[in-house]
């Protein structure tokens, strides 16, 4: 693209772009704003980017979230000075929780018109404290060649340390002096003629791929083979590729003879032809206390964060193996702070140089696994084939069977995560499953959805109605979305996470303050965003809706459940799974 000489700030703002583009950034989300504008006019204008202009920071920044999520390479995202970028506070808290690239770009006034009542200004010098990887403010645009370089090398190190060596937030803050639009000045113009593009830029490498470098740490193989009471929990992923990371966890389970407990947000239950040993309803065998104590393992292989599951982590304080926690990253992903080591490395690399397992008899206690896992899997799917009326944990259960193959699904924090750990089947579907479980927060829920969904295949979101509504804003996203997504609302008016706390045995203040039922006709809702919707009334036409999905547009199918009659079948059917086995 040939770079923009009509100003000093549109000079500046389109080396910013081309830089990036260089770099590998194909996609920017800008919200609206005067200070940001010579950014905004550089990525519009921009051949290759995908430049989407948002009406609200907070949807905007969820939205470049999922994108980001999906692809795996930072998104570009814009604003203009003021409480703007404030909006995107929730987003940038996420995206450094749960390893997502971002670059943030903060327009702002130049020195000189701060802390004088300017209008529109606040101080937005390290804005998110400590969330970001990196953040700087950069020089007031100049059009000298050193400003030029120093410019273009203060990209690339954005850039790379919003990826390596664990990728997260980068912020940039950009003062502006007026003119902010391109008006042309002859000064700049005249630097064109001179100009060089192809040498200034002729050393940047894109850098879309990168392979971690292959660890040294010695691993406790031996250890770990002497041991018969043994296991590996699969917990929450950043995997980017899913059926390698599954093959890798077969390895290691076979060779050691190592159950897996699978996560449902990791992938591995929807790749269960590649795993023997994948135990799936974990939860609630050692609600079964006798049989918990009877499974208490000496050794667990930890890989990423913990699962969900309270009843896991209780069970893990209680019994006190020993722990390895396999992850690339340099976080601590051990909230029970028990006798853990953590190898920084990745399941792949662990394996790789793994003998071929041999042959071998599952030992007693991996038996023993497997036939609860199988009793109490017949057990759940019984209880669900034979339920009529509507179960908000059905829906999780369903979806598993019913989706197509390789659909990538959004799951909603509270009930629906908690739904899909459950009762989430094992297949091989290739489904792969999507989440914001960095903070565990509600907020950007749809706009994340959107953003994953975006120029990707047909793809499913499953939320409560509370986190729904949290981000109805998300809807306006639709005028600019290219794709289809399918919302499975579960709407039980409130928040159904608080009726499985002891805060539920306290009325008042519970139903007001806590469950908040918000009494929404999301007909209407649906109606005033243009955005299709159906009210379910029976499970068979839940499943003739999910398969085939629609190519293109936004629609809503609600289920509509009791919330607290969800909550007493949950409290009385969980603890009974393992009983009957």
């Not at 008016?493 to 009494?519: D, H, K, R, V, W």
């Amino acid at each position: 693209m040939p770079l923009d000489f009509r100003n000093v700030n549109a000079l500046w703002s389109s080396i910013v772009v081309e830089t990036l583009s260089r770099l590998g950034l194909t996609v920017a989300v800008i919200c609206p704003g005067s200070r940001s504008s010579p950014l905004t006019v550089a990525f519009a204008r921009h051949p290759t980017i995908e430049a989407i202009s948002i009406l609200d920071e907070r949807s905007a920044a969820f939205f470049a979230l999922g994108i980001a999520k999906r692809k795996g390479l930072p998104v570009a995202l814009i604003c203009t000075s003021g409480t703007a970028g404030a909006n995107f506070y929730p987003a940038v808290i996420e995206a450094k929780e749960s390893r997502v690239p971002l670059i943030i770009m903060t327009a702002d006034r130049p020195p000189e018109l701060r802390h004088c009542h300017a209008g529109q200004t606040i101080d937005q010098v390290k804005l998110y404290g400590n969330y970001p990887n990196w953040q700087t403010e950069l020089a007031v645009p100049s059009s000298d060649l050193g400003m030029l370089c120093y410019l273009r090398q203060t990209l690339i190190h954005a850039w790379e340390r919003s990826r390596f060596p664990t990728p997260g937030v980068v912020h940039l803050n950009f003062p502006f002096r007026e003119p902010l639009a391109p008006i042309p000045n002859p000064d700049t113009e005249a630097l064109a003629s001179e100009f060089d593009s192809e040498e200034f830029f002729a050393r940047i490498v894109s850098s879309k791929n990168y392979i971690h470098p292959s660890s040294r740490i010695p691993l406790p193989l031996e250890t770990w083979q002497s041991c018969e009471r043994g296991i590996i929990i699969a917990g929450v992923t950043h995997a980017r590729h899913n059926k390698e990371y599954c093959q890798a966890i077969a390895r290691l389970s076979c060779f050691l003879n190592y159950p897996v407990f699978a996560e449902a947000l990791s992938p591995l239950r929807n790749y269960a032809d590649l795993n023997p040993y994948l135990i799936a309803t974990y939860d609630p065998i050692l609600r079964d206390r006798q049989l918990a104590e009877k499974l208490a393992p000496e050794i667990v292989i930890q890989l990423g964060e913990l699962p969900t599951s309270k009843e896991l982590r209780t069970w893990l304080e209680t019994t006190q193996p020993h722990r390895w926690i396999v992850d690339v990253s340099w976080e601590n992903f051990d909230p029970l702070h028990g006798k853990t080591i953590h190898l920084r490395t990745s399941i792949e690399q662990l394996t790789h140089h793994l003998p071929e397992p041999a042959i071998a008899n599952p030992t007693h206690y991996l038996k023993s696994w497997c036939e609860a896992e199988t009793k109490v899997r017949q057990t759940i799917d019984r209880t669900m084939r034979a339920i009529d009326h509507f179960l908000e944990g059905k829906a999780a259960w369903l979806l598993s069977q019913t989706l197509p193959p390789d659909t990538p699904i959004f799951i909603a924090n509270s009930m629906s995560v908690r739904d899909v750990e459950f009762f989430w089947m094992p297949r091989n579907s290739g489904i792969t499953p999507y989440f914001n479980r960095g903070a565990n927060g509600i907020d950007g829920t749809l706009s994340t959805a959107l953003g994953i969904a975006h120029r990707y295949q047909s793809s499913v979101l499953l939320t409560g109605d509370l986190a729904l509504l949290h981000d109805t804003n998300g809807f306006l996203i639709k005028q600019k979305f290219i794709g289809h997504l399918t919302i499975i609302l579960i709407n039980n008016n409130g928040g159904g996470i608080f009726e499985m706390l002891p805060i539920s045995q306290f009325e008042p203040p519970f139903e007001e303050f806590f469950a908040t039922p918000q009494n929404i006709d999301f007909a209407k809702l649906c109606a005033t965003y243009e955005v299709e919707y159906q009210l379910i009334t029976t499970w068979k036409q839940l499943e003739q809706l999910l398969n085939p999905l629609p190519e293109t547009g936004v629609r809503v199918l609600e289920v509509q459940t009791d919330r607290k009659a969800d909550a007493r079948w949950l409290q009385d059917n969980l603890k009974k799974f393992a009983a009957d086995r």
